[in-house]
C-alpha cells in the first residue's frame, strides 16, 4: 500500500531518527511512503488570522499534490500534521480562504480539500491495526514502562483534529502495547509542555516540562515517548529530570528488528 509522505523540515534535520525509524518500520508493514516531491515548510504554526493565506499556500501545494497522486497523505511530526489538517479543513469549509487560496495558486484543478491526511500513529491503528502490529513484533519490549506524551498539537481542536479523545486518549497506549511494552498513565500526558514559551519566557518552559516529567515519574515510568520534535527538545533540554524521552518510531523499529 502506498501513501504520499510529508516529512517536514525538522525531519530532514534535527529529528531525523522520527523520519529514519518510520521509513524503516513502514517497509517492515508493507507500506510504502512516497515523499512529495519538491514539498515546502508546512507554515511551523497554523495562523489564527482568519484573513492570513499566504503562510497557508506552501500546505495547500502538499495536500493537492497528494490528491494528484490519487493517495492519502501521511505525517509523522505532530506539528506538520496540525498544521497541514486545519489548512485542509479550511479549504473543506471556508469559502473565502478556499476561493482566495486557489485564485494565488491557480491550479490546472481548483483544492477543496479532498486530500484524506492521516498521521503515522492512525495508519498504526487503523490501517495496519494494532493486533496485526503485535504479530509483526520480533522484538517485544517487555518490561519496559513507558509514558505516552500527546502534547497539545495532536488532540486539539478535536472537532478538527478528530486524532482521538482529547481528554482521555488511548492511541499511544494501545501503540505500547502491541510493542510489548506496559503503558503507564499519569495526569499530564496531554497538557501543554510550554515548548513554544522556550524564547519568550524560558522559566515556564522549565516548569511546564519539568512537571510532565515528574507527573509521569511519580506514575513509575521508566522513559517517555512522544511524536512531537518540538516537545522532545523542551522535555530534554528544559525539562528537570533524567528520565528519557525518545520518538515513538524508534521503539516502534526496536520492536520490529529494524533499528
Not at 104 to 125: A, C, F, K, Q
Not at 179 to 187: F, H, L, M, R
Not at 193 to 222: P, Q
Request: with cysteine; charged share 25%; net charge negative.
Amino acid at each position: 500500500m502506498t501513501y504520499s509522505y510529508y516529512p517536514g523540515c525538522t525531519l530532514k534535520t534535527k529529528a531525523k531518527d522520527l523520519d529514519r525509524y518510520a521509513r524503516a518500520s513502514a517497509a517492515a508493514l508493507g507500506i510504502e511512503l512516497e515523499e512529495i516531491e519538491e514539498w515546502q515548510c508546512c507554515g511551523g504554526v497554523y495562523p489564527q488570522a482568519q484573513d492570513e493565506i499566504a503562510t497557508k499556500l506552501s500546505s495547500i501545494r502538499t495536500l493537492n499534490a497528494a490528491k494528484e497522486k490519487g493517495q492519502d497523505l501521511i505525517t509523522v511530526c505532530s506539528g506538520c500534521h496540525h498544521v497541514l489538517k486545519r489548512v485542509n479543513h479550511d479549504m473543506q469549509t471556508n469559502d473565502d480562504i478556499r476561493t482566495r487560496a486557489n485564485n494565488y495558486l491557480e491550479l490546472d484543478v481548483p483544492y477543496y480539500g479532498e486530500t484524506h491526511i492521516i498521521h503515522y500513529l492512525e495508519m498504526l491503528r487503523d490501517v495496519v491495526g494494532f493486533d496485526e502490529l503485535k504479530k509483526k513484533v520480533v522484538n517485544p519490549l517487555k518490561g519496559k514502562k513507558i509514558g505516552a506524551y500527546y502534547g497539545c498539537m495532536l488532540l486539539r481542536p478535536n472537532e478538527e483534529m478528530a486524532f482521538d479523545d482529547p481528554e482521555n486518549p488511548v492511541i499511544m497506549e494501545n501503540f505500547i502495547k502491541a510493542i510489548g511494552a506496559t503503558p503507564v498513565i499519569y495526569p499530564f500526558r496531554n497538557e501543554c509542555c510550554g515548548a513554544y514559551m522556550t524564547l519568550k519566557k524560558k522559566e515556564l518552559a522549565e516548569e511546564k516540562s519539568t512537571k510532565v516529567l515528574k507527573s509521569a515519574e511519580g506514575k513509575g515510568a521508566d522513559m517517555l515517548i512522544t511524536a512531537c520534535p518540538l516537545c522532545l527538545y523542551n522535555l530534554t533540554t528544559n525539562g528537570k529530570s533524567e528520565l528519557p524521552v525518545l520518538y515513538f518510531t524508534e521503539l516502534l523499529a526496536e520492536a520490529l528488528g529494524v533499528k
